[in-house]
């Protein structure tokens, strides 16, 4: 099993920064990609950024230039740079895992919300 834990939520006026963390602990072999999404009320779960083992990353169009998702390999961690936030961002984000063979993992995840 794999557990990840979210941290670095908040409230935060338009034009702020938040940095994520999410921390995978657990039986963590063959991991591929982590990565982050969000889902804003009444909105499906969409992809915001990811980042697989050989540090390719893919962004979502609307965060491209604002967000940078990085990966500590050695901590199980990934994270999410939020820069020049806009109050459509809010939204509770998740982290997710993959591994090689298609299985993954959610964490709880982190409530984001930016204030006009």
């Known amino acids: 099993q794999v557990q990840l834990v979210e941290s670095g939520g908040g409230l935060v006026q338009a034009g702020g920064s938040l940095k994520l963390s999410c921390r995978a602990s657990?039986?963590?072999?063959?991991?591929?990609?982590m990565g982050w999404y969000r889902q804003a009320p009444g909105k499906q779960r969409e992809l915001v950024a990811a980042?697989?083992?050989?540090?390719?990353?893919n962004y979502a169009d609307s965060v491209k230039g604002r967000f940078t998702i990085s990966r500590d390999n050695a901590k199980n961690t990934v994270y999410l740079q939020m820069n020049s936030l806009k109050p459509e961002d809010t939204a509770r984000y998740y982290c997710?895992?993959?591994?090689?063979?298609?299985?993954?993992?959610w964490g709880q995840g982190t409530q984001v919300t930016v204030s006009s």
């Open positions: 997710k895992l993959e591994r090689v063979g298609s299985s993954y993992y």
């Open positions: 980042i697989t083992t050989r540090s390719r990353i």
């Open positions: 657990g039986t963590l072999l063959l991991i591929d990609t």
